[in-house]
């Protein structure tokens, strides 16, 4: 999508990069659109091989509070999940406070796959599968454990607890909403009051695991190799990642939904060894969750300044999630 964003790069430039990180030139180059902060290329080599750049936004470009040093939590989470079996991209290079380019940057092996949402001719049987698989690749990746410290370290928003962590995620992004005068649904003190009210439910969580948060299909590459049903090759796009409550990672595979006890992508995650009931404390919690995503959906448009034609979709429906997951939570 179209964002503000998003780095302008010319061929000279990516040229240059390229050829002094990993030694050899471009021959070619793609920009990536589908993503909705960092500027993507896709680039051929005069060595033979391709891969995948992600440049963070302009260093003086004003975000929200919680995507500061992104692309340093993404290679955080490539160094962490690639021992434990998780199939993810070759990390090749990554560049921070880079002197010629201004800011930072990862250079990613790239993929043979096609992402999930653009695949073709996938029936249902095709999407119970790979949501059954989805399922057990969020086992493996919960099984990461932090050191002790909640939320974004590399943004400043942490706790030494869950509940801690989470308010201060909340209300840095409220700050935001603030800054960037966000018309929402509802006012910040009501959604303040729905959170504070219930937060004694996040005491349950009692070790900060990996969470990805952003593991919707765009994010999940597939190989479909003629003979076999589609499997997943990679999962991409580890920016949003955070320490914190597993559960928060069945909120974007379900956005603008609802988690259900029988959904294919929970059978998997307790096949694989993932624990998670769906109790009312849990449920509370995954509307605590929801509140904050749709928050994000809400408020990122400030600083991104999308297309009204390609974001007026997600404003409503994340303003109609938002809604909703209030007066869940008013409720309890």
């Known amino acids: 999508m179209e964002s503000r964003t998003k780095r302008r790069l010319s061929a000279a430039q ?5 050829l002094r990180t990993l030694g ?3 021959t070619s180059a793609e920009e990536l659109t589908d993503g909705f902060a960092n ?3 896709r680039l051929s080599l005069d060595d033979g091989r391709q891969v995948v750049l992600k440049v963070s936004p302009p260093p003086d470009l004003e975000l929200l509070r919680y995507e500061r040093h992104l692309l340093r939590t993404e290679a955080q989470v490539y160094h962490l999940a690639t021992p434990a079996g998780i199939p993810l991209p070759r990390l ?4 921070f406070d880079d002197p010629e380019l201004g800011g930072d940057y990862l250079i990613m092996s790239a993929l043979d796959g096609v992402p999930w949402n653009q695949a073709e001719s996938l029936g249902e049987d095709d999407q119970r599968a790979l949501r059954h698989e989805l399922g057990r690749l969020l086992a493996e990746l919960h099984t990461i454990a932090g050191q002790g410290v909640y939320g974004y370290p590399y943004a400043g928003l942490t706790g030494p607890t869950w509940r801690d962590a989470f308010i201060v995620m909340m209300g840095a992004l409220m700050d935001d909403a603030v800054r960037y005068a966000t018309p929402l649904p509802c006012s910040l003190v009501e959604i303040a009051g729905a959170i504070h009210s219930n937060a004694h439910v996040l005491d349950e969580v009692t070790v900060p695991m990996l969470v990805h948060f952003d593991i919707w299909p765009g994010n999940v590459f597939l190989s479909t190799p003629p003979e076999e049903p ?3 090759q990679a999962l991409i796009d580890h920016e949003r ?3 914190g409550d597993p559960l928060a990672d069945f909120v974007t595979p379900t956005i603008f939904e ?4 029988d959904d294919p992508i929970l059978v998997g995650y307790r096949e694989a060894g993932g624990k998670l009931d769906l109790t009312p404390e849990a449920r509370t919690r995954d509307a605590m969750y929801r509140v904050y995503l749709y928050l994000i959906l809400l408020v990122e448009n400030g600083p991104r300044q999308y297309p009204e034609e390609d974001y007026g979709r ?3 429906l994340a303003t109609t999630g938002l809604t909703n997951n209030l007066a869940f939570l008013r409720q309890r």
């Open 24 to 26: 050899t030139g471009v």
């Open 241 to 243: 990642a955070f320490w």
């Open 230 to 232: 589609p499997r997943i």
């Open 258 to 261: 609802e988690l259900r006890d």
């Open 314 to 316: 997600i404003r409503d």
């Open 14 to 18: 990516l040229h240059a990069l390229i």
């Open 92 to 95: 090749l290079y990554s560049g």
């Open 39 to 41: 500027a993507v290329w």
